[in-house]
């Protein structure tokens, strides 16, 4: 299932008229095309991001594909990736550390560590990344994208993202490419709905408007 979870409208409107600059990417850009995919399994989730990371999306998605043929039906789950040996998912593709991340989501989601989507989806956005930071592999970055791309959150900044800071460095015309706590600090005007404008920031870096 995916869909917005809050009004794109409302969002899309807000930031035109909090933001000129960014308005005009918006208007150039078209509509807001972010997607929330409901996933009620948490470790089919994570596990997704955690073997996307630093890849391209045609290796990762390979190495996924390859992944999900280890399970049952091709569904990822906590219970059988538990009995996969580190070999079994070397062979597939990840990366030590991946193969590390991945025992230890499995690991942390069958004993409880792991708090369930339905509980972490009452949480505020700090407590949620603090929970999932709490898994190897796990970074702010990657519980910044469940927020966004999970579970909808509307004002997510995911400033240490190097698309983001091209998009803030296009927009707002800056020589250097700004730091995390600059993109912050630039963006903290779009507040309630960070989480679209990171969409089309994002989106200027992909077709090509930025070199």
């Known amino acids: 299932m995916s869909r917005l979870l809050y009004n794109r409208r409302e969002a899309v409107a807000h930031l035109k008229s909090r933001c000129g600059q960014l308005g005009r990417l918006i208007e150039d850009s078209g509509p807001l095309k972010l997607r929330v995919t409901k996933d009620a399994d948490l470790f089919n989730a994570l596990s997704a991001a955690i073997i996307y990371q630093q890849l391209s999306g045609k290796a990762a998605a390979t190495i996924h594909g390859r992944f999900k043929a280890l399970f049952h039906e091709g569904l990822p789950g906590a219970e059988e990736a538990s009995g996969l040996s580190h070999e079994v998912l070397r062979g597939a593709g990840l990366s030590n550390n991946k193969a590390l991340a991945i ?24 407590a949620v990344v ?43 015309k800056r020589q250097l490419l700004p ?32 070199s």
């Open 179 to 210: 730091a995390p706590d600059e993109v912050l600090e630039i963006t903290r005007h779009l507040a309630p709905y960070r989480s679209a404008a990171s969409w089309y920031f994002w989106l200027a870096a992909d077709t090509g408007l930025i």
């Open 103 to 126: 025992h230890d989501l499995a690991k942390k989601s069958v004993d409880g560590t792991l708090l369930p989507a339905r509980r972490l989806r009452r949480l505020d956005d700090d």
């Open 130 to 172: 603090r929970k999932l930071c709490q898994v190897r592999g796990i970074g702010p970055w990657t519980a910044q994208m469940y927020l966004i791309f999970n579970l909808g959150r509307p004002d997510v900044m995911p400033a240490t993202d190097l698309g983001i800071q091209k998009g803030v460095q296009w927009v707002y």
